[in-house]
């Protein structure tokens, strides 16, 4: 079996209430088993009943032992690692992976800055679980197993990573927090900055990484996508923001043939009713247009690749 459950879908902060009760309020966390093998994507609040139940139904078959991978080290994607019970149980194994933006600064320096007296009761050094930690590029990883995985950088305003997990011929991809790549450089004849070479360059520089993230999802059984933002909010005032619109994301999706589509990273004054009602919205688009499956993530929701 090689699925992926969602523990925490939303970005930029938490925000639990009864408007969200439905699709979960906690940031992003994703758990994807491929059998026995136990990967952790993220360390957002939605890692913290995570933690919970793994304690509660892994532990009773032995000590915890997890690949966790970072897609980036913005807060909303590692505030949960101090409440994920596991790290003071002696016995764990955690190998927690993920890019940097700033060499002077280690994975294990960012994540475990939470851990100070100035944020936190606990400090780093004072954990029982045995944690190792590898800064990642764009790069293919044998996980042993079977299991694999292939990092690619997306479009964010720090160093970002999308994820190909593949297991048995199935693959699960993640490709959050990111925007389509778009010429930054004036087009228009009549503006002060314009020159044609660098408009003409920036325009084939944004197809082509573009073209790569295409190439990156092709095929895949399930891809979850960052779908932060409609085209109208994207359009007035989002670019540049690093996250993508709802309609950007099936129509990549769709140009790479993918089976599952997941549309997630919710923005956090996105209601539960706002959610349903913008899935039955893109749905309705699609009907009879595609194969491809649409869903909106969900707390709680399994997906088998």
């Given at each position: ?22 699709f979960?309020?906690n ?6 088993r ?27 078959k ?17 505030m949960?690692?101090p ?20 060499e ?20 780093q ?8 930690y ?12 079977g299991l ?5 950088y ?9 994820y ?5 011929g ?11 790549f ?5 087009t ?17 520089a ?7 993230i295409?190439?990156f ?29 709802y ?23 996105r ?35």
């Amino acid at each position: 079996m090689f699925t992926v459950r969602i523990w925490g879908d939303r970005g930029s902060i938490p925000c639990p209430g009864p408007a969200t009760v439905k699709f979960g309020g906690n940031t992003s966390c994703l758990e994807i088993r491929a059998d026995d093998r136990l990967v952790i994507v993220d360390l957002g609040t939605g890692v913290k009943p995570l933690g919970d139940w793994l304690m509660a139904n892994d532990f009773k078959k032995g000590p915890i032992d997890a690949d966790i991978f970072i897609t980036h080290t913005h807060w909303d994607h590692i505030m949960g690692f101090p409440m994920f019970t596991p790290i003071f149980i002696p016995g764990t194994k955690l190998r927690i992976r993920g890019p940097v933006s700033y060499e002077d600064e280690t994975l294990e320096s960012i994540i475990g800055a939470q851990l100070s007296y100035r944020y936190w009761p606990v400090r780093q050094s004072e954990l029982a679980a045995d944690i190792t930690y590898d800064q990642l590029k764009e790069t293919h990883l044998d996980l042993g197993g079977g299991l694999t995985v292939t990092t690619k950088y997306l479009n964010h305003p720090i160093l970002c990573l999308g994820y190909r997990f593949e297991y048995q011929g199935k693959s699960i991809i993640t490709a959050y927090d990111n925007e389509p790549f778009r010429n930054v450089f004036p087009t228009d004849p009549s503006d002060p900055s314009y020159n044609e070479d660098a408009a003409w360059e920036g325009e084939q520089a944004a197809r082509e990484e573009n073209e790569k993230i295409l190439r990156f999802f092709k095929g895949a059984d399930v891809l979850i996508h960052d779908t932060q933002y409609t085209k109208k909010e994207y359009e007035t005032g989002k670019l540049g923001w690093g996250h993508s619109s709802y309609e950007h994301a099936i129509n990549a999706a769709h140009k790479a043939d993918v089976k599952k589509l997941i549309l997630f990273h919710h923005d956090p004054n996105r209601t539960d009713q706002q959610l349903d009602e913008l899935e039955a919205l893109y749905k309705g688009r699609i009907a009879g247009k595609t194969n491809m499956q649409v869903m909106m993530a969900r707390e709680g929701l399994v997906i088998e690749a």
